[in-house]
């Protein structure tokens, strides 16, 4: 008896970190930003996917839970919280500087598609993603 519980609680664990969804679909627009985006001064451009509910913006040291999922300009998915089946929790001025520049922009509840240049992202550091990234992020909590 004790066997069998040891198999299945060794197979619960093997299942629940295995736990992964099926990969969002790659956007048609990752090449470049679309004529509709909206560019900022510092480059990054964006798009609201859905408008969200809230009023409070996140501030540069807000911790923020989101869901997302990050794409190279040929259309590989380098991460994705959302396939992972878990959000994402970090403060914004611990992350690539699009992302803590973009995501003060949104409220909770919006979903927005950022293209961020090489110089906002990793700027081609050894070991990450290279070159213009886009991330498809929601908003979910602002702590």
């Not at 540069?60 to 396939?83: A, I, K, P």
């Not at 970090?90 to 909770?108: A, D, R, S, Y």
């Amino acid at each position: 008896m004790r066997l069998q519980l040891l198999a299945l609680t060794i197979a619960f664990l093997f299942v629940t970190a295995c736990k992964q969804g099926p990969a969002p679909p790659t956007p048609s627009d990752v090449a470049k930003p679309p004529a509709d985006a909206i560019k900022v001064a510092s480059g990054l451009s964006y798009k609201v996917l859905k408008e969200g509910t809230g009023t409070k913006r996140p501030s540069r040291t807000s911790e923020v839970t989101v869901h997302y999922s990050g794409w190279t300009t040929d259309g590989e998915l380098f991460d994705s919280s959302v396939q992972r089946q878990e959000p994402a929790t970090f403060p914004l001025n611990k992350v690539i500087p699009g992302w803590t520049e973009g995501v003060q922009m949104m409220v909770v509840g919006e979903k927005r598609r950022f293209w961020i240049p090489v110089n906002l992202a990793y700027n081609n550091q050894p070991g990450m993603p290279k070159g213009m990234l886009v991330f498809d992020v929601e908003l979910l909590a602002i702590k």
